[in-house]
């Protein structure tokens, strides 16, 4: 019996995606790169963005992260974010007892996910961090769909348990990774140095 109830799905990807409405991102910078980094693969942020906003109405793109102010490689990155679509919150880095630096975001994407219900009607969450369930679930009673979307061993089930879509980012690694360019002067500007010394949550 409930092997036959799990193979039976109620609607095809294809309707999940009709009734989206506008949607707002919420991107895990370090979430997000330390899942690129199993991947053995670099984000190509335009490609992203396009591919999480799938053709619907784009309210607002956060993208949330770590920074040392003194690392002019990482400001050059994020400004080249704010030109391009992203809303970047940003949080100066605490160092550790062990050496490490971190920046914990989790706070400002539960409550911005909090405050813009209303705004939006689907919330796209890139993050694995299951202390974004609480919020996320209590987003969805408020009549908002949320869509998770994050490297799966590095997602918490309860955060997978309380969305409405997942996708794991190795399904879609082909359409948001960077092509390399051979024999080329010019390159992107390259996230790494944001994430060096940061440890993943």
């Given at each position: 019996?409930?092997e ?65 102010r ?43 996910l ?41 997602t918490?089930?309860?955060l ?42």
């Amino acid at each position: 019996m409930f092997e036959d109830f799990e193979q039976d799905a109620l609607f095809t990807p294809d309707q999940l995606l009709e009734n989206r409405g506008r949607v707002a991102i919420f991107i895990d910078g370090s979430n997000l790169f330390y899942a690129a980094l199993q991947l053995g693969i670099e984000i190509d942020y335009t490609k992203l963005l396009h591919c999480l906003t799938g053709g619907s109405r784009l309210l607002r793109a956060f993208f949330y992260t770590g920074v040392d102010r003194s690392n002019e490689k990482q400001q050059g990155f994020l400004l080249w974010m704010r030109r391009n679509g992203y809303r970047v919150i940003a949080k100066d880095l605490v160092q550790l007892p062990d050496g490490s630096k971190k920046a914990n975001l989790d706070v400002e994407i539960a409550v911005d996910l909090m405050s813009l219900v209303g705004s939006y009607d689907t919330a796209v969450v890139v993050s694995g961090d299951g202390d974004l369930a609480y919020a996320a679930d209590a987003v969805s009673y408020r009549g908002a769909r949320i869509e998770v979307v994050s490297l799966r061993s590095m997602t918490s089930d309860s955060l997978i348990n309380v969305s409405d879509r997942y996708v794991d980012l190795d399904s879609i690694k082909e359409e948001i990774q960077k092509q390399p360019r051979p024999n080329s002067a010019y390159r992107n500007v390259n996230p790494m140095p944001i994430f060096s010394q940061e440890k993943s949550t």
